[in-house]
């Protein structure tokens, strides 16, 4: 059974940090495409962060410069650095395993509350 467990959210303070965490399980997860997605209430979801099997990496451009994606695909983990917070950036913070259009997994997502 495929399962991606995320952690590390909460409560932060504006110009704080998280480090938020995936664990996948159930398969190897080393050639899937692993993202972070977000999800504030009344918008869509959207791509925070991404990384291929490879390593390269994208951002959505709110992010760059402040988050850091990373992935360790011997453990079946990604994690997500989120320096410098920002209000705007409260949200559900969902994990997603991608492999091309075949299979796509997500987590159950972990509440990221920036305050003013």
């Known amino acids: 059974q495929v399962q991606l467990v995320e952690s590390g959210g909460g409560l932060v303070q504006a110009g704080g940090s998280l480090r938020l965490s995936c664990a996948a399980s159930?398969?190897?997860?080393?050639?899937?495409?692993m993202g972070w997605y977000r999800q504030a209430p009344g918008k869509q979801r959207e791509l925070v962060a991404a990384i291929s099997s490879g390593g390269s990496t994208n951002y959505a451009d709110s992010v760059k410069g402040r988050f850091t994606i990373s992935r360790d695909s011997a453990k079946n983990t990604v994690v997500l650095q989120m320096n410098s917070l920002k209000p705007e950036d409260t949200a559900v913070y969902y994990c997603n395993a991608r492999l091309q259009t075949i299979f796509n997994f997500w987590g159950q997502g972990t509440q990221v509350t920036v305050s003013s």
């Open positions: 159930g398969r190897d997860f080393s050639g899937y495409r």
